[in-house]
């Protein structure tokens, strides 16, 4: 089955990515057991944050700079982006890349 692999770039998958390079300039693991980790890594952590996640935040941005719709996956980038109920600053830009959760029509990965 097809799953994105756009939380590779996240802390998590970076640090996994990492840890399997390590291992691979060690010897200890094989490309294709590598990649196999990748994909687990890939359709679990894809699973997991459509069930789990219940998290909502709201924000208030004055431009919207550029949307695209590819793929089933759905680009924003807004600027001058303000958090309600948040303590953070404001943002001057801000990229949001929304996926469909329910792995249907998903696109096929290259693993």
Request: hydrophobic fraction near 40%; charged fraction near 25%; proline fraction near 3%.
């Amino acid at each position: 089955m097809a799953t994105y692999q756009l939380y590779r770039n996240t802390t998590v998958g970076q640090a996994l990515q990492q840890t399997l390079n390590d291992f691979l300039a060690e010897e200890v693991l094989s490309n294709a057991l590598a990649e196999r980790v990748m994909a687990t890594f890939d359709k679990v952590i894809n699973k997991t944050l459509n069930t789990k996640a219940k998290n909502k935040m709201n924000f208030k941005a004055e431009k919207l700079r550029a949307y695209r719709f590819c793929d089933n996956v759905w680009t924003f980038v807004i600027e001058r982006v303000e958090f309600r109920e948040s303590i953070t600053a404001p943002k001057e830009r801000l990229k949001i890349v929304a996926c469909d959760g329910t792995n249907k029509n998903l696109p096929p990965t290259s693993a």
